[in-house]
T-cell receptor, first 115, second 117 residues
Framework: DVKVTQSSRYLVKRTGEKVFLECVQD?????MFWYRQDPGLGLRLIYF???????EKGDIPEGYSVSREKKERFSLILESASTNQTSMYLC??????????????FGEGSWLTVV | DQQVKQNSPSLSVQEGRISILNCDYT??????FLWYKKYPAEGPTFLIS?????DKNEDGRFTVFLNKSAKHLSLHIVPSQPGDSAVYFC????????????????FGTGTLLAVQP
């Protein structure tokens, strides 16, 4: 059974802390994505990666960075957490090429609260 | 700049009736569209998709209609069931993302569907 695993489901962090959100997939997918979900704003793409050590900015990269040192792992980093980064974060992975709903897999999400 | 829009933040429907969820897009390069269903505290799950070469795709109780000239798509659920209550997202991607490159998805803002028993 395919899996995208987000290691932390619920986190509470203080303003200014450095925060790491980890995502691991076991499908040998090239592409990995980080989204955040906010009420009324839907899912917005933060960063994505199409290969090891490769990354590209999505629509809202400010305040975030990412790391892809191994194919199976894509980390989202909040360098200095702020309260407006309180959100649900979703990781996804897929193969390149022709998109199909059946080949895009999401993790269960990480709820981050910054106080 | 919202490229994919769902103008109805919520929708309430009686069990057994039809649910119609709408989605509009602005980027004419989009040529593949998907609908996802999401429960709270879970990741989105894929429902149904449609390519721009079609105007309709059906899977059981779910049908997606695409009107390319209007840049509009809709999801019909018939008959609606209480278990369909969730947030529904439409998403779009385009040809420029194919061929070895990333198939990046752009999501809409979501519509909360409530099916009343």
């Amino acid at each position: 059974d395919v899996k995208v695993t987000q290691s932390s489901r619920y986190l509470v962090k203080r303003t200014g802390e450095k925060v790491f959100l980890e995502c691991v997939q076991d499908m040998d997918h090239e592409n990995m994505f980080w989204y955040r979900q906010d009420p009324g704003l839907g899912l917005r793409l933060i960063y994505f990666s199409y290969d090891v050590k490769m990354k590209e900015k999505g629509d809202i990269p400010e305040g975030y960075s990412v790391s892809r040192e191994k194919k199976e792992r894509f980390s989202l980093i909040l360098e200095s957490a702020s309260t407006n980064q309180t959100s649900m974060y979703l990781c996804a992975s897929t193969v390149p090429g022709t998109p199909s709903g059946n080949t895009i897999y999401f993790g269960e999400g990480s709820w981050l609260t910054v106080v | 700049d919202q490229q994919v829009k769902q103008n109805s933040p919520s929708l309430s429907v009686q069990e057994g009736r039809i649910s119609i969820l709408n989605c509009d897009y602005t980027n004419s390069m989009f040529d593949y569209f998907l609908w996802y269903k999401k429960y709270p505290a879970e990741g989105p799950t894929f429902l149904i998709s449609i390519s721009s070469i079609k105007d309709k795709n059906e899977d059981g109780r779910f049908t997606v209609f695409l009107n390319k000239s209007a840049k509009h798509l809709s999801l019909h659920i018939v008959p609606s069931q209480p278990g369909d209550s969730a947030v529904y997202f439409c998403a779009a991607t385009g040809t420029m993302n194919y061929g070895g490159a990333t198939n990046k998805l752009i999501f809409g803002t979501g519509t909360l569907l409530a099916v009343q028993p």
